[in-house]
């Protein structure tokens, strides 16, 4: 099946530091999403993607869809504590009801 | 928030027996998944349903079954549980329209011994 492959798998910043992670795919998607997961809980979504070359912000947070649609970027800017988790890319491999495909995850460990 | 419940949260088991874990809804959504979730693998898709009583299977679906006999509800069953089951099972929901969005449970954690 298509693979997502996530980077970096993990990151140790310090608070205030801004925080960059990739995903890309061998094949083209049509929506790229992302979701943060805190210990104990659920994926929870934080943007999702529609269009090619979109940019979208929810906050400190912003996501780009690559434009060859096969790669999508994550930033926060100005880490705080709670943005201590783990983030997956997601997409739909097929027409979306079929369920997303995840990557791995990029662990993100904030020092104090 | 999509209302979804899993139970149990936490289960020990031991090698042979059969487990079954439950996921309910309660915002009425058509499809629902099972997934696991393992170190270095991140979330894998076991069974999906896209109404009642018609079920696929995922990426990862050997050794599991499920069924969906009302739309609010989703059973993962594990006829003989091996320890390679250890894992932590989620359960989502797709939200409706078309933003691809699934709503996640908040995990089922079982232990094979």
């Known amino acids: 099946g298509q693979q997502l492959n996530q980077s970096p798998q993990s990151m140790f910043i310090q608070e205030g530091e801004d925080v960059s992670m990739n995903c890309t795919s061998s094949s083209i998607f049509n929506t790229w999403l992302w979701y943060k997961q805190d210990p104990g809980e659920g994926p929870v979504l934080l943007i999702a993607l529609y269009k090619a070359g979109e940019l979208t912000s929810n906050g400190r947070l912003t996501a780009q869809f690559g434009i060859t649609r096969k790669d999508s970027f994550l930033n926060i800017s100005a880490s705080i504590p709670s943005d201590v988790g783990i983030y997956f890319c997601?997409?739909?491999?097929?027409?979306?009801?079929?369920?997303?495909?995840f990557g791995k995850g990029t662990h993100l460990i904030i020092q104090p | 928030d999509a209302g979804i419940t899993q139970s149990p949260r936490h289960k020990v088991t031991e090698t042979g027996t059969p487990v079954t874990l439950r996921c309910h809804q309660t915002e009425n959504h058509r499809y629902m998944y099972w997934y696991r979730q393992d170190p270095g693998h991140g979330l894998r898709l076991i069974h999906y349903?896209?109404?009642?009583?018609?079920?696929d299977k995922g990426e990862v679906s050997d050794g599991y079954s499920v069924s969906r006999s009302k739309t609010e509800d989703f059973l993962l069953t594990l006829e003989s549980a091996t320890s390679s089951q250890t894992s932590v099972y989620f359960c989502a929901t797709l939200s409706p329209g078309d933003t691809g969005e699934l709503f996640f449970g908040e995990g089922s954690r079982l232990t094979v011994l």
């Open positions: 349903s896209y109404g009642v009583k018609d079920t």
């Open positions: 997601a997409g739909p491999p097929g027409g979306g009801a079929d369920g997303l495909t």
